[in-house]
C-alpha cells in the first residue's frame, strides 16, 4: 500500500437496531491530505471512521484504503496502515499498564523487544506521559487517558492517521502540544472534531456530516467564512475567526 487513499462508493450503513447513521456517503481522500470531519452530534463522524479500519462494514456499497477493499481478509494489513484513536479512550486501553498498552500493537507486528521499548518509549515521550508508563491506565484522568490513547496508534507510525474527538478532555496546553504533534504528521489524516479551531489549525480540507449525508466537502477556509452553512449543519465559526464581543462594542 504506497498510496495512503481513502475511497468510499456509495456507503450505507444501518445498525443492528435499524437506525440509518450513513446514507450513501461517497469521498476520496489523496494520499498526504489532512481532512476534518465536523457535523453536530449524531451526524455520523464515528459511525464514518469506524468504517475505515473494519470496526464496522458497509451495509451496502465500499471502502477502498489504498486501493484495497476493507473486508474480513484484509483486516490486518488495513488496521497496520490505519491507525484509529478512538473518541472514548476506554475503547482502547485495556492492559494492566501504560506500559503493556503501548507495547501491545507493536509485539502483536512481532517485533523485537528492544524494538518494541524505543517505540514505546517514543511515542509516550511524544505525548508527554512517559511519567505514566507504570500506571493502571483506569486510574488516568480522561486527559491522560486521552494521552496514552494515542501513543498506543503512534507506537504503530500507522500511514493513515485517524482521530475521533482528539482534543476532548484536554486542557489548552495538552491540546497545543498535540495540535503541534499532528502539524508533524504529515501522512494522510482524518480528524472528526467539534473543535473547529483546531481544524482552522490542521486541516486545508473539511467535510460537513449532516444526518449520514455529505452537507459540504471543500476548502476548510471557505467552509469556516460560510456562516450559513455552518448555521444549516448546526456549527459555529471557530472562536478566533469570530469577532470579539468587548472590542465590536467598544469600536
Ligand atoms: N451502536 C449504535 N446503535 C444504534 N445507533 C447508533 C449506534 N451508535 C450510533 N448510533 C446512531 O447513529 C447516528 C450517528 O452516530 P455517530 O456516533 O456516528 O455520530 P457522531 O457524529 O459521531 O456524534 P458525536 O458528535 O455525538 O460523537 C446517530 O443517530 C446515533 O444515534
Ligand atoms: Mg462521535
Do not use: W
Request: proline fraction near 6%; glycine fraction near 8%.
Amino acid at each position: 500500500m504506497s498510496h495512503h487513499t481513502i475511497d468510499l462508493t456509495e456507503v450505507l450503513y444501518t445498525y443492528p437496531d435499524g437506525t440509518t447513521a450513513l446514507r450513501n456517503l461517497s469521498l476520496h481522500i489523496g494520499h498526504g491530505e489532512a481532512v476534518a470531519i465536523v457535523g453536530s452530534n449524531g451526524s455520523g463522524k464515528t459511525t464514518l471512521l469506524s468504517h475505515l479500519n473494519g470496526v464496522l462494514f458497509p451495509s451496502s456499497g465500499i471502502v477502498n484504503i489504498g486501493g484495497y477493499p476493507v473486508t474480513k481478509q484484509t483486516l490486518t494489513q488495513i488496521r497496520r496502515t490505519v491507525g484509529m484513536v478512538f473518541q472514548n479512550p476506554d475503547d482502547q486501553l485495556f492492559m494492566p499498564t501504560v506500559y503493556d498498552d503501548v507495547a501491545f500493537g507493536p509485539l502483536n507486528l512481532g517485533l523485537p523487544p528492544i524494538d518494541v521499548e524505543k517505540r514505546v518509549t517514543a511515542a509516550l515521550k511524544t505525548v508527554g506521559a512517559l511519567e505514566l508508563r507504570n500506571r493502571p491506565p483506569y486510574r488516568l484522568s480522561g486527559g491522560q487517558k486521552r494521552a496514552v490513547a494515542i501513543a498506543t496508534v503512534l507506537a504503530m507510525e500507522p500511514a493513515i492517521l485517524v482521530m475521533d474527538e482528539p482534543t476532548a478532555a484536554l486542557d489548552p496546553l495538552a491540546r497545543r502540544q498535540l495540535i503541534n504533534l499532528l502539524r508533524t504528521f504529515t501522512h494522510t489524516k482524518i480528524i472528526a472534531t467539534h473543535d473547529l479551531d483546531m481544524v482552522l489549525d490542521l486541516c486545508e480540507r473539511t467535510i460537513i456530516l449532516c444526518n449520514g449525508t455529505i452537507l459540504m466537502d471543500g476548502p476548510t477556509i471557505d467552509i469556516f467564512h460560510d456562516k450559513k452553512l455552518l448555521d444549516q449543519a448546526g456549527l459555529e465559526q471557530p472562536s478566533s475567526m469570530q469577532s470579539c464581543p468587548i472590542c465590536s462594542k467598544l469600536g
